[in-house]
């Protein structure tokens, strides 16, 4: 693995941001999980580590239906609910934090909470495993850390991220 590989640039992060799009578009286009209406655009900015400087645009949605109002957020590789980290980082972090270019900047308690936080995620007996066998090659072990099955998904090629990105988020 090189330090290349990792390095996150503008293009990277555009990419990211036309991911959450389309998870954003499919989920307007599905409806209102809670009552199947029509719903509407209401995005705001946000701010979050581990895109760019500026504020980011966060994708969500909020039903039409008078008796309803529900909002609803879709899944997002650049947000982890209201975290700080954006949710690439909690993916990609707990082992590559310094090829990232994130080491020194995340404290050490916060990466022992992600690797808490996946510890639980990829248990053996939870949903995301039970999704996750079905996509793996048969065999794959499934281990306490998502980085371990990163090679699964051709990584280190720089155009790994995404899948690897776009199959962990499901965790979320
Ligand atoms: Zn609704």
């Given at each position: 693995m090189t330090l290349n590989a990792l390095s996150p640039d503008s293009k990277f992060l555009q990419l990211l941001r036309e991911f959450d799009r389309n998870l954003f578009l499919e989920l307007k286009k599905s409806g209102c999980p809670h009552c199947g209406g029509q719903l509407d655009t209401a995005n705001y900015w946000r701010k979050t580590r581990g895109m760019g400087v500026e504020l980011e645009l966060c994708f969500s949605l909020c039903c039409r239906n008078e008796g309803c109002r529900r909002r609803s957020k879709p899944r997002s590789v650049r947000f982890?609910?209201?975290?700080?980290?954006?949710a690439w980082v909690l993916i990609m972090a707990v082992e590559y934090c310094r090829e990232l270019g994130l080491g020194g900047q995340i404290a050490r308690q916060t990466i022992a909470r992600w690797r808490m936080f996946w510890k639980n995620h990829l248990s053996e007996s939870g949903p995301f495993v039970v999704w996750a066998r079905g996509l793996l090659?048969?065999?794959?072990t499934i281990t306490e850390s998502p980085g371990s099955m990163?090679?699964?998904?051709?990584?280190?090629?720089?155009?790994?991220w995404l899948l690897i990105l776009k199959f962990f988020a499901q965790a979320l």
């Open positions: 982890f609910g209201q975290k700080v980290y954006g090659p048969i065999g794959a990163f090679c699964h998904f051709g990584y280190p090629a720089r155009d790994s």
